[in-house]
Protein backbone atom coordinates (compact mmCIF):
# COMPACT_ATOMS: atom_id res chain seq x y z
CA UNK A 1 0.00 0.00 0.00
CA UNK A 2 2.93 2.01 0.34
CA UNK A 3 5.22 0.92 -2.24
CA UNK A 4 3.89 3.85 -4.80
CA UNK A 5 4.87 6.96 -2.52
CA UNK A 6 8.14 5.57 -2.28
CA UNK A 7 8.80 5.17 -5.58
CA UNK A 8 7.61 8.62 -6.35
CA UNK A 9 10.00 9.73 -3.28
CA UNK A 10 12.57 8.38 -4.25
CA UNK A 11 12.63 9.62 -8.16
CA UNK A 12 11.38 13.12 -6.82
CA UNK A 13 14.79 13.74 -4.64
CA UNK A 14 17.26 10.72 -5.90
CA UNK A 15 20.35 12.40 -4.79
CA UNK A 16 18.67 13.57 -1.26
CA UNK A 17 17.53 10.14 -0.73
CA UNK A 18 19.95 8.97 1.67
CA UNK A 19 20.55 12.21 3.44
CA UNK A 20 16.92 12.96 3.56
CA UNK A 21 15.68 9.55 4.81
CA UNK A 22 18.81 8.93 7.75
CA UNK A 23 16.88 9.50 10.58
CA UNK A 24 13.63 8.02 12.01
CA UNK A 25 11.70 11.19 12.67
CA UNK A 26 8.39 13.36 12.65
CA UNK A 27 7.32 13.89 8.89
CA UNK A 28 5.06 17.28 10.63
CA UNK A 29 7.66 18.88 13.02
CA UNK A 30 5.37 21.95 14.17
CA UNK A 31 1.98 21.64 16.04
CA UNK A 32 0.05 24.80 17.60
CA UNK A 33 -0.56 24.45 21.72
CA UNK A 34 -3.71 23.98 22.41
CA UNK A 35 -4.48 22.03 19.57
CA UNK A 36 -4.43 18.44 17.68
CA UNK A 37 -1.35 17.05 15.99
CA UNK A 38 -1.65 13.87 13.98
CA UNK A 39 1.86 12.64 14.21
CA UNK A 40 3.47 10.49 11.21
CA UNK A 41 6.79 8.59 12.57
CA UNK A 42 8.79 8.07 9.13
CA UNK A 43 11.39 5.09 9.84
CA UNK A 44 13.34 4.90 6.72
CA UNK A 45 15.22 2.21 7.20
CA UNK A 46 16.49 -0.63 9.31
CA UNK A 47 19.28 -1.61 11.56
CA UNK A 48 22.07 -1.77 9.98
CA UNK A 49 20.88 -4.00 6.90
CA UNK A 50 18.68 -5.93 9.26
CA UNK A 51 14.70 -5.57 8.92
CA UNK A 52 12.71 -3.31 11.58
CA UNK A 53 10.14 -5.81 13.54
CA UNK A 54 9.28 -3.00 16.29
CA UNK A 55 8.75 0.67 16.91
CA UNK A 56 8.28 2.05 20.32
CA UNK A 57 7.73 5.67 20.93
CA UNK A 58 7.53 7.69 24.65
CA UNK A 59 4.87 10.40 24.64
CA UNK A 60 6.47 13.37 26.39
CA UNK A 61 4.20 15.27 29.08
CA UNK A 62 1.78 17.73 27.52
CA UNK A 63 0.75 15.67 24.61
CA UNK A 64 -1.97 13.77 25.86
CA UNK A 65 -5.39 11.72 24.36
CA UNK A 66 -3.23 9.83 22.39
CA UNK A 67 -4.77 7.36 19.89
CA UNK A 68 -2.21 5.59 17.69
CA UNK A 69 -3.20 4.00 13.97
CA UNK A 70 -3.24 0.32 13.88
CA UNK A 71 -1.62 -1.12 11.32
CA UNK A 72 -2.27 -4.41 9.01
CA UNK A 73 0.36 -7.20 9.97
CA UNK A 74 1.60 -5.36 13.35
CA UNK A 75 0.57 -5.25 16.72
CA UNK A 76 -0.26 -2.54 18.43
CA UNK A 77 0.21 -1.82 22.56
CA UNK A 78 -0.02 1.13 24.52
CA UNK A 79 0.97 1.87 27.59
CA UNK A 80 -0.65 4.44 30.23
CA UNK A 81 0.56 6.08 33.07
CA UNK A 82 -0.44 8.86 35.19
CA UNK A 83 0.12 12.40 34.01
CA UNK A 84 1.92 14.88 36.11
CA UNK A 85 -1.01 17.25 35.57
CA UNK A 86 -4.50 17.07 34.95
CA UNK A 87 -5.33 18.38 31.27
CA UNK A 88 -8.65 19.80 30.08
CA UNK A 89 -10.12 17.99 26.98
CA UNK A 90 -14.07 18.17 26.26
CA UNK A 91 -14.92 19.74 29.38
CA UNK A 92 -13.42 17.59 31.79
CA UNK A 93 -9.92 16.81 33.11
CA UNK A 94 -7.82 13.88 31.88
CA UNK A 95 -5.31 13.08 34.96
CA UNK A 96 -3.59 9.72 32.60
CA UNK A 97 -3.31 7.83 29.82
CA UNK A 98 -1.04 6.47 26.93
CA UNK A 99 2.73 7.29 27.32
CA UNK A 100 4.11 4.81 25.10
CA UNK A 101 2.72 3.18 21.87
CA UNK A 102 4.60 0.21 20.79
CA UNK A 103 4.10 -1.35 17.20
CA UNK A 104 5.31 -5.19 16.71
CA UNK A 105 5.47 -8.41 15.08
CA UNK A 106 5.69 -6.92 11.43
CA UNK A 107 8.57 -6.79 9.08
CA UNK A 108 9.66 -3.45 7.19
CA UNK A 109 12.81 -4.21 4.93
CA UNK A 110 15.93 -2.34 5.16
CA UNK A 111 15.49 -1.07 1.93
CA UNK A 112 11.73 -0.15 2.43
CA UNK A 113 9.96 2.95 4.05
CA UNK A 114 7.22 3.34 6.12
CA UNK A 115 4.74 5.73 8.73
CA UNK A 116 3.87 4.53 12.04
CA UNK A 117 0.63 6.96 13.21
CA UNK A 118 -0.79 8.83 15.99
CA UNK A 119 -3.16 11.41 17.04
CA UNK A 120 -2.73 13.61 20.29
CA UNK A 121 -3.82 16.81 21.95
CA UNK A 122 -0.50 19.63 22.37
CA UNK A 123 -1.73 20.93 26.06
CA UNK A 124 -1.90 24.76 25.96
CA UNK A 125 0.68 25.16 28.72
CA UNK A 126 3.89 23.77 26.06
CA UNK A 127 3.08 27.24 24.28
CA UNK A 128 6.43 28.13 25.83
CA UNK A 129 7.84 25.05 25.89
CA UNK A 130 9.87 25.54 22.45
CA UNK A 131 10.71 21.53 21.41
CA UNK A 132 9.19 18.66 23.26
CA UNK A 133 10.56 15.30 22.34
CA UNK A 134 9.02 11.45 20.89
CA UNK A 135 11.94 8.97 22.25
CA UNK A 136 12.00 5.83 19.59
CA UNK A 137 13.52 2.63 19.94
CA UNK A 138 13.78 0.90 16.84
CA UNK A 139 13.56 -2.90 17.51
CA UNK A 140 15.07 -5.08 14.37
CA UNK A 141 15.20 -8.63 13.51
CA UNK A 142 18.72 -8.21 14.92
CA UNK A 143 20.25 -5.24 16.87
CA UNK A 144 17.96 -2.22 17.72
CA UNK A 145 18.67 1.61 17.19
CA UNK A 146 17.76 3.95 20.09
CA UNK A 147 16.81 7.53 18.72
CA UNK A 148 16.68 9.50 22.40
CA UNK A 149 19.17 11.85 21.98
CA UNK A 150 18.07 15.40 23.23
CA UNK A 151 20.23 18.15 22.31
CA UNK A 152 21.00 20.32 25.60
CA UNK A 153 19.31 23.83 25.02
CA UNK A 154 22.86 25.80 24.10
CA UNK A 155 24.76 22.97 22.73
CA UNK A 156 25.49 22.63 18.98
CA UNK A 157 26.86 19.47 19.35
CA UNK A 158 25.58 16.76 16.27
CA UNK A 159 23.58 14.37 17.52
CA UNK A 160 24.10 10.93 16.32
CA UNK A 161 20.50 9.39 16.73
CA UNK A 162 18.13 12.19 17.79
CA UNK A 163 14.91 11.86 19.28
CA UNK A 164 12.26 12.80 17.03
CA UNK A 165 11.65 16.67 18.11
CA UNK A 166 8.20 18.83 17.97
CA UNK A 167 8.65 22.33 17.54
CA UNK A 168 5.46 24.27 19.99
CA UNK A 169 3.99 26.95 18.36
CA UNK A 170 2.07 29.13 20.66
CA UNK A 171 -1.54 30.22 19.19
CA UNK A 172 -1.88 33.08 16.86
CA UNK A 173 -2.99 35.67 18.93
CA UNK A 174 -1.78 34.57 21.99
CA UNK A 175 1.64 35.05 23.40
CA UNK A 176 2.95 31.97 25.18
CA UNK A 177 2.90 32.86 29.38
CA UNK A 178 2.42 36.65 29.28
CA UNK A 179 2.16 36.79 33.48
CA UNK A 180 1.82 40.89 34.32
CA UNK A 181 3.13 41.56 30.39
CA UNK A 182 5.20 44.40 30.76
CA UNK A 183 3.91 45.17 34.19
CA UNK A 184 6.59 42.97 35.98
CA UNK A 185 9.64 44.80 35.72
CA UNK A 186 12.35 43.51 33.42
CA UNK A 187 15.45 43.84 35.58
CA UNK A 188 15.46 45.08 39.40
CA UNK A 189 19.31 47.16 40.27
CA UNK A 190 20.20 47.51 43.94
CA UNK A 191 24.02 48.82 44.60
CA UNK A 192 25.96 47.37 42.02
CA UNK A 193 24.05 44.48 41.31
CA UNK A 194 21.56 43.94 38.46
CA UNK A 195 18.68 40.99 38.33
CA UNK A 196 17.27 40.74 35.00
CA UNK A 197 14.23 37.88 33.83
CA UNK A 198 13.39 36.13 36.77
CA UNK A 199 11.58 33.77 36.07
CA UNK A 200 9.95 29.86 37.39
CA UNK A 201 7.90 27.49 35.96
CA UNK A 202 4.40 25.95 37.03
CA UNK A 203 4.26 22.93 39.07
CA UNK A 204 2.62 19.86 38.68
CA UNK A 205 -0.14 19.49 42.12
CA UNK A 206 1.85 18.15 44.84
CA UNK A 207 5.47 18.91 43.50
CA UNK A 208 8.09 19.83 46.52
CA UNK A 209 10.45 21.99 44.68
CA UNK A 210 10.49 24.38 41.70
CA UNK A 211 13.63 25.80 40.18
CA UNK A 212 14.42 29.59 39.58
CA UNK A 213 15.84 31.54 37.05
CA UNK A 214 17.46 34.80 36.62
CA UNK A 215 20.44 36.78 35.35
CA UNK A 216 22.35 38.38 37.70
CA UNK A 217 24.83 41.27 36.33
CA UNK A 218 28.00 42.71 39.09
CA UNK A 219 28.31 46.46 37.69
CA UNK A 220 31.12 46.72 40.66
CA UNK A 221 35.07 46.32 41.46
CA UNK A 222 33.96 43.82 43.57
CA UNK A 223 32.91 39.89 43.68
CA UNK A 224 29.57 39.56 45.45
CA UNK A 225 27.72 36.63 46.40
CA UNK A 226 23.99 35.42 45.90
CA UNK A 227 23.78 33.08 49.07
CA UNK A 228 20.00 32.41 49.33
CA UNK A 229 16.64 34.31 49.80
CA UNK A 230 13.16 33.43 51.12
CA UNK A 231 9.81 33.42 49.34
CA UNK A 232 5.96 33.31 50.65
CA UNK A 233 5.45 30.46 48.75
CA UNK A 234 8.12 27.81 49.77
CA UNK A 235 9.96 26.85 52.96
CA UNK A 236 13.38 27.71 51.69
CA UNK A 237 14.81 29.21 48.75
CA UNK A 238 18.66 27.60 47.70
CA UNK A 239 21.22 27.85 45.59
CA UNK A 240 21.57 25.14 43.12
CA UNK A 241 24.13 23.69 40.15
CA UNK A 242 23.73 20.96 38.17
CA UNK A 243 26.85 18.67 37.77
CA UNK A 244 27.51 15.81 35.86
CA UNK A 245 29.16 12.91 38.47
CA UNK A 246 29.53 9.85 36.82
CA UNK A 247 27.61 10.60 33.38
CA UNK A 248 24.59 11.38 36.00
CA UNK A 249 22.93 14.96 35.99
CA UNK A 250 22.68 16.01 39.63
CA UNK A 251 22.07 18.95 41.22
CA UNK A 252 23.33 20.27 44.50
CA UNK A 253 23.53 23.13 47.26
CA UNK A 254 25.80 25.97 46.94
CA UNK A 255 26.69 26.14 50.77
CA UNK A 256 29.05 29.30 50.32
CA UNK A 257 26.47 30.58 47.59
CA UNK A 258 27.18 31.90 44.17
CA UNK A 259 29.94 34.36 43.27
CA UNK A 260 29.28 36.66 40.98
CA UNK A 261 32.59 38.13 39.76
CA UNK A 262 32.65 42.11 39.21
CA UNK A 263 31.86 43.24 35.87
CA UNK A 264 30.42 40.06 34.91
CA UNK A 265 26.81 38.37 34.12
CA UNK A 266 25.85 35.06 35.32
CA UNK A 267 22.89 33.38 34.32
CA UNK A 268 21.00 31.01 36.31
CA UNK A 269 18.96 28.35 33.59
CA UNK A 270 17.66 25.14 33.56
CA UNK A 271 20.76 22.84 33.41
CA UNK A 272 22.96 24.97 35.13
CA UNK A 273 22.61 27.12 38.17
CA UNK A 274 19.88 27.47 39.61
CA UNK A 275 17.61 29.01 42.65
CA UNK A 276 15.74 26.01 44.04
CA UNK A 277 12.19 27.15 45.85
CA UNK A 278 12.29 24.04 48.59
CA UNK A 279 9.03 22.92 50.66
CA UNK A 280 6.58 24.41 48.38
CA UNK A 281 3.27 25.87 50.06
CA UNK A 282 1.32 26.17 47.08
CA UNK A 283 1.19 24.92 43.52
CA UNK A 284 2.74 27.54 41.32
CA UNK A 285 0.49 28.22 38.09
CA UNK A 286 1.59 28.98 34.67
CA UNK A 287 0.64 32.77 34.09
CA UNK A 288 0.79 33.72 37.64
CA UNK A 289 3.54 36.41 39.38
CA UNK A 290 5.18 35.16 42.70
CA UNK A 291 7.61 37.57 44.94
CA UNK A 292 10.85 36.30 46.09
CA UNK A 293 13.59 38.16 47.74
CA UNK A 294 17.72 37.31 47.42
CA UNK A 295 20.14 37.92 49.44
CA UNK A 296 23.61 39.05 48.43
CA UNK A 297 26.36 39.28 50.65
CA UNK A 298 27.13 42.90 49.62
CA UNK A 299 24.05 44.41 47.87
CA UNK A 300 22.05 42.94 50.49
CA UNK A 301 18.41 41.86 50.01
CA UNK A 302 16.75 42.33 46.24
CA UNK A 303 12.76 42.02 45.82
CA UNK A 304 11.73 40.41 42.81
CA UNK A 305 8.99 39.31 41.07
CA UNK A 306 9.40 35.78 39.54
CA UNK A 307 6.81 35.02 35.92
CA UNK A 308 5.78 31.57 36.12
CA UNK A 309 5.95 29.87 32.75
CA UNK A 310 4.52 26.38 31.79
CA UNK A 311 5.62 23.35 33.06
CA UNK A 312 8.72 22.04 31.33
CA UNK A 313 9.35 25.43 29.77
CA UNK A 314 12.98 25.97 28.95
CA UNK A 315 13.19 29.37 28.98
CA UNK A 316 11.43 32.79 30.54
CA UNK A 317 7.86 33.10 29.51
CA UNK A 318 6.90 35.85 27.09
CA UNK A 319 10.24 36.92 25.91
CA UNK A 320 11.43 33.65 24.00
CA UNK A 321 15.16 33.99 22.67
CA UNK A 322 16.55 37.95 24.41
CA UNK A 323 19.71 39.33 23.99
CA UNK A 324 22.11 40.17 26.30
CA UNK A 325 22.82 44.05 26.20
CU1 LIG B 1 18.08 22.35 42.44
Known sequence: MNLPRIVIALAATPLLASAAFAHVTLENREATAGRSYKAVLTVPHGCGSSPTTGIRVTIPEGVFSVKPQPKPGWQLATVSGAYARGYQSHGRELREGVKEIAWTGGSLPDDHYDEFVFVAQ??????????????????CASGEARWDEVREADSTARLERPAPALRILAASGERPAQGAGHGAAASVTKGDIVVAQPWSRATPGGARVAGGYLTVTNRGAQPDRLTGGSAEFAERVEVHEMATVNGVMTMRGLGSGLEIPPGQTVELKPGGYHLMFVGLRRQLTEGQTVKVTLTFERAGTVELNFRIGSIGGRAAPGGGDHSHH
Open 122 to 139: VDASLAGAGQVHFPVVQT
